[in-house]
């Protein structure tokens, strides 16, 4: 049986249950197969400590059948690779947000010496008939890095956010070589359907390939196998969870805390993407047109601190921190405060009870490649008595959950509006809803995801063995 080789530009040690969906899902592919997973040690190591770029110390751990091996990155290399060009550039570019990026040249050059240096550290340890699996948008250009040291060995990629149409990815210097570097992996895939289109209309007029079929595309001397995997969650977990000591605790703290109310919840990292000012803006709306919701509905938002070392991420934080201010000042009352507002984490086992008090789930992000707190939250509802999600129609969820209340994020009224109507759903309706969304979350989850996309590589025609691959 071939080993597993993931290769993400974070990881999580499988043997700690507290990990999230991803890491859980890969977690468990790797402890059955006995596998490899390479990443970012997550230290930065400055120059006086011997940290050249592109050169990284190397840390092997054991976990179980899981052989972890991370490596760590330079300030300089961190500073271009990591805050420059994925999360100044390809970040803001891939979730339509032209205006938030920093197109600074020199930020491509650490890109792609990182990949550079993930390709050098991991080829040596890889064997022939490893099955090998890269994560996302930091390491786009690795498979084409491991071709170059003349690893022949089947590789996939998934990518987690979304691909934006082909006019949006042309305003990124190097998009030609971006989207090129994807043909030398054998299969890649999308969160959605639209995701995987944007990518077929992009190699058709960009790259001129060839369409052979079955999602086959044929370009720069190689075949690649595209298609939409839209990752789920790991739904027996997050019943688990909920029936589990934490998760009924903060369920019943929730439910006496709040016993006179309806609650709200939404549930972020802090970022641009996830339209939390606009999702406030239309719980004020809510609020200014609606009085019976006043003393009657609270909003829990948490916000988990995200990359606060990127600019646009501090802009968005007092952004939030006064909106959520002016609610309260504005409409609270000495017994009711509209928005409770936490800037943290909040421990895994807790969420699902968290969810499960609330009536209402508001998932409203400008773009998202699919987003698993809307899964997450169906997931832990009381079938008998289900809360409503609320759901931007430009998360990749939307596209295989319309059961939920669609809505149209920069929309503040039209918003406000469909918040109300969740409030108001009569129980048989919200009973509907929650049945058809369930039954989907079920049956396209975590482990379908994996074992999907591995199926899908195992398959993929080799046929490339041996042609030279372009160098970028
Ligand atoms: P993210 O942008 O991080 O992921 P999301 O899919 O919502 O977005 O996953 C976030 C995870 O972190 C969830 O499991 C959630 O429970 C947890 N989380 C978020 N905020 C939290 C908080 N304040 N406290 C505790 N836990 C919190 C990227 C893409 C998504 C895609 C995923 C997976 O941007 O579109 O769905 O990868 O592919």
Same mark, same amino acid.
């Given at each position: 049986?071939?080993?597993?080789?993931?290769?993400?530009?974070?990881?999580?040690?499988?043997?700690?249950?507290?990990?999230?969906?991803?890491?859980?899902?890969?977690?468990?592919?790797?402890?059955?197969?006995?596998?490899?997973?390479?990443?970012?040690?997550?230290?930065?190591?400055?120059?006086?400590?011997?940290?050249?770029?592109?050169?990284?110390?190397?840390?092997?751990?054991?976990?179980?059948?899981?052989? &972890?091996?991370? !490596?760590?990155?330079? =300030?300089? $290399?961190?500073?271009? @690779?990591?805050? /420059? %060009?994925?999360? *100044?550039? &390809?970040?803001? !570019?891939?979730?339509? =947000?032209? $205006?938030?990026?920093? @197109?600074?040249? /020199? %930020?491509?050059? *650490?890109?792609?010496?990182?990949?550079?240096?993930?390709?050098?550290?991991?080829?040596?340890?890889?064997?022939?008939?490893?099955?090998?699996?890269?994560?996302?948008?930091?390491?786009?250009?690795?498979?084409?890095?491991?071709?170059?040291?003349?690893?022949?060995?089947?590789?996939?990629?998934?990518?987690?956010?979304?691909?934006?149409?082909?006019?949006?990815?042309?305003?990124?210097?190097?998009?030609?070589?971006?989207?090129?570097?994807?043909?030398?992996?054998?299969?890649?895939?999308?969160?959605?359907?639209?995701?995987?289109?944007?990518?077929?209309?992009?190699?058709?007029?960009?790259?001129?390939?060839?369409?052979?079929?079955?999602?086959?595309?044929?370009?720069?001397?190689?075949?690649?196998?595209?298609?939409?995997?839209?990752?789920?969650?790991?739904?027996?977990?997050?019943?688990?969870?909920?029936?589990?000591?934490?998760?009924?605790?903060?369920?019943?703290?929730?439910?006496?805390?709040?016993?006179?109310?309806?609650?709200?919840?939404?549930?972020?990292?802090?970022?641009?993407?996830?339209?939390?000012?606009?999702?406030?803006?239309?719980?004020?709306?809510?609020?200014?047109?609606?009085?019976?919701?006043?003393?009657?509905?609270?909003?829990?938002?948490?916000?988990?601190?995200?990359?606060?070392?990127?600019?646009?991420?501090?802009?968005?934080?007092?952004?939030?921190?006064?909106?959520?201010?002016?609610?309260?000042?504005?409409?609270?009352?000495?017994?009711?405060?509209?928005?409770?507002?936490?800037?943290?984490?909040?421990?895994?086992?807790?969420?699902?009870?968290?969810?499960?008090?609330?009536?209402?789930?508001?998932?409203?992000?400008?773009?998202?490649?699919?987003?698993?707190?809307?899964?997450?939250?169906?997931?832990?509802?009381?079938?008998?008595?289900?809360?409503?999600?609320?759901?931007?129609?430009?998360?990749?969820?939307?596209?295989?959950?319309?059961?939920?209340?669609?809505?149209?994020?920069?929309?503040?009224?039209?918003?406000?509006?469909?918040?109300?109507?969740?409030?108001?759903?009569?129980?048989?309706?919200?009973?509907?809803?929650?049945?058809?969304?369930?039954?989907?979350?079920?049956?396209?989850?975590?482990?379908?995801?994996?074992?999907?996309?591995?199926?899908?590589?195992?398959?993929?025609?080799?046929?490339?063995?041996?042609?030279?691959?372009?160098?970028?």
């Amino acid at each position: 049986m071939s080993r597993l080789v993931v290769v993400s530009n974070r990881l999580a040690d499988p043997r700690k249950t507290a990990a999230g969906g991803l890491a859980v899902a890969l977690a468990e592919v790797l402890s059955n197969t006995g596998g490899l997973w390479f990443g970012w040690s997550g230290k930065i190591v400055e120059a006086a400590d011997g940290g050249v770029a592109g050169e990284g110390a190397m840390h092997t751990q054991q976990a179980g059948p899981v052989k &972890l091996v991370t !490596v760590d990155l330079s =300030r300089e $290399d961190h500073n271009s @690779f990591y805050l /420059g %060009y994925s999360n *100044g550039v &390809l970040w803001p !570019v891939f979730h339509y =947000r032209l $205006d938030l990026a920093d @197109f600074d040249a /020199g %930020y491509i050059a *650490g890109y792609r010496r990182v990949n550079q240096l993930f390709a050098r550290k991991l080829a040596p340890m890889l064997r022939e008939d490893d099955i090998i699996w890269i994560h996302d948008y930091h390491l786009i250009p690795l498979a084409a890095e491991l071709r170059a040291l003349g690893c022949n060995q089947r590789i996939g990629f998934f990518l987690h956010i979304p691909l934006p149409p082909p006019l949006i990815l042309a305003a990124i210097p190097g998009h030609d070589w971006l989207i090129r570097a994807l043909f030398a992996y054998d299969v890649v895939g999308f969160q959605s359907k639209s995701d995987h289109s944007h990518f077929c209309e992009y190699v058709q007029t960009e790259a001129h390939a060839q369409n052979l079929g079955e999602g086959r595309w044929r370009a720069f001397n190689r075949t690649v196998q595209a298609g939409a995997f839209p990752i789920g969650i790991d739904v027996d977990e997050f019943n688990t969870l909920t029936e589990a000591p934490e998760g009924r605790e903060m369920y019943e703290r929730m439910k006496r805390e709040y016993s006179r109310r309806k609650l709200l919840v939404g549930v972020d990292r802090l970022d641009y993407s996830k339209g939390l000012p606009q999702r406030m803006r239309a719980f004020r709306e809510l609020l200014a047109r609606n009085p019976e919701t006043h003393n009657s509905a609270t909003l829990i938002q948490i916000a988990s601190p995200s990359r606060e070392d990127v600019s646009a991420y501090s802009d968005i934080l007092h952004e939030l921190e006064s909106l959520c201010g002016s609610i309260n000042g504005n409409f609270g009352e000495l017994d009711w405060m509209p928005v409770r507002y936490m800037h943290r984490t909040v421990a895994r086992a807790r969420l699902p009870g968290l969810y499960r008090a609330s009536s209402v789930a508001l998932v409203t992000p400008l773009r998202d490649g699919m987003n698993l707190v809307a899964k997450e939250f169906i997931a832990s509802q009381n079938p008998e008595n289900p809360g409503v999600l609320v759901l931007s129609r430009f998360a990749g969820a939307a596209e295989q959950l319309p059961e939920a209340l669609l809505v149209n994020p920069y929309d503040t009224e039209g918003t406000a509006s469909s918040i109300n109507m969740a409030l108001q759903m009569p129980l048989e309706e919200r009973r509907e809803r929650y049945e058809a969304l369930m039954k989907t979350i079920r049956r396209y989850d975590v482990h379908w995801w994996c074992d999907t996309f591995l199926d899908t590589l195992a398959k993929a025609k080799a046929e490339e063995t041996g042609t030279p691959w372009l160098r970028l």
